[in-house]
Structures are given as structure tokens and as C-alpha cells.
């Protein structure tokens, strides 16, 4: 990989950054302007707070558990076995 295409890919990764955290800025904005420091607004906060760690956790585990065992299962001779696998996985 040429230094080039990592300076670009860097520089996206940045752009892409900085987009996250200026929404995010305009998020707390909105929410403090409509709600103010209130009851109401911490309960928004830890509901969404808690419910995206709840989903991050599962999306981790996911991937570190799931797909790379799927991944190495995935033959024809190992096919019955990787679909029972992936419906164990789902039922957890």
C-alpha cells in the first residue's frame, strides 16, 4: 500500500470523524434547548445510553464468536453442521 492511498484513507476516516462529532454537538444542542437539564432529558440519556451498549455487546460478540466459526465451517461437508450452528447461535 502506497503512502498516498493511506493519507487518503486516513484523511476520510477524519472527515467521517469530525461529522460524527459535530451531529453529536447538535444532538446535546437540540436536547438541552427542548428538555433543559431535567428529569425527562436524564432519562433519555439512560435509556439510549444503555440500550446502545446492550446492542454494541451483542454486535461484538457477534463478531469475534460467531462469523469466524462460521467462516471456517462453511463447506459443503459441513454445511448441516454450520446451519445448526448459526440457528444455536440465533436462539441464544
Known amino acids: 500500500m502506497s503512502n498516498m492511498n ?3 484513507k ?3 476516516l477524519m472527515m467521517f470523524t ?7 454537538l447538535l444532538r446535546e444542542m437540540m436536547l438541552s434547548y427542548f428538555f433543559g ?3 425527562i432529558s436524564d432519562a433519555y440519556v439512560v435509556a439510549t445510553t444503555f440500550s446502545s451498549v446492550i446492542f454494541a ?4 460478540s457477534i463478531l ?9 465451517l ?3 461437508e459441513n454445511n448441516k453442521y454450520t446451519t445448526r450452528f448459526f440457528i444455536q447461535t440465533l436462539l441464544l
Open 6 to 8: 493511506i493519507r487518503n
Open 10 to 12: 486516513a484523511m476520510v
Open 18 to 24: 469530525m461529522i460524527g462529532r459535530a451531529t453529536g
Open 37 to 39: 437539564a431535567s428529569a
Open 57 to 60: 455487546g451483542l454486535a461484538a
Open 64 to 72: 469475534n464468536g460467531y462469523i469466524p466459526q462460521a467462516v471456517n
Open 74 to 76: 462453511n463447506s459443503d
